[in-house]
């Protein structure tokens, strides 16, 4: 065989990276231990319990944390067994922390934090626009709301009594 046909039958350097690349990758899947998964887990739990407080990383953290004490006990459990463990885990471990936490809420101490209309329950603000057909503007801060309520004058002053979305409830301010 000639230089040039032995040539042509070796593979480039960009696909010889490519190839190392996935043996790596291979490599490392293979060889996962339940240690891996132990750090994963506690190293998703601290970020959890220190920065993120969402309850998102914590779901993967068990998840991850249950996938090693599987590997632990059957050490010659497969990473693509593992990987479909961690997967069902996951799902199931979010599923069942939806729920539990629509059921059992956390209390905040400021409940209407990232609830900006109804900060402004029980505040009284007046008319930059008169409320006709249900509907008007106030000025709150500085920023303009839309309010519904009875019709009223430009500049009768208004109590906020609720919200609906982003529209303020009000009635007349005595």
């Known amino acids: 065989m000639e230089l040039w046909q032995e040539l042509l039958k070796l ?38 319990l220190v920065v993120a407080n969402t309850g998102f990383l914590l779901w993967i953290s068990v998840s991850s944390i249950f996938v090693g004490l599987l590997l632990y006990v059957f050490s010659g459990l497969g990473w693509s067994y593992q990987f479909l463990i961690f997967a069902f885990t996951l799902i199931v471990c979010a599923v069942i922390g939806r729920k539990y936490f629509h059921r059992h809420p956390i209390q905040s101490n400021e ?52 919200t609906q979305g982003t529209v303020l409830k009000v009635e007349r301010a005595e």
């Open 11 to 48: 593979p480039s350097k960009r696909s010889q990276k490519k190839i190392n690349k996935q043996h790596k990758m291979l490599y490392f899947l293979t060889t996962l231990t339940y240690w891996h998964w132990f750090g994963l887990g506690v190293a998703l739990l601290i970020i959890e």
């Open 111 to 162: 409940p209407t934090l990232n609830k900006r209309a109804n900060q402004y329950v029980g505040r009284t603000f007046m008319l930059i626009s008169s409320i006709e057909n249900g509907r008007g503007t106030i000025k709150v801060d500085d920023s303009i709301w839309h309010v519904s309520g009875s019709d009223l004058p430009v500049g009768a002053k208004v109590r906020v009594v609720g």
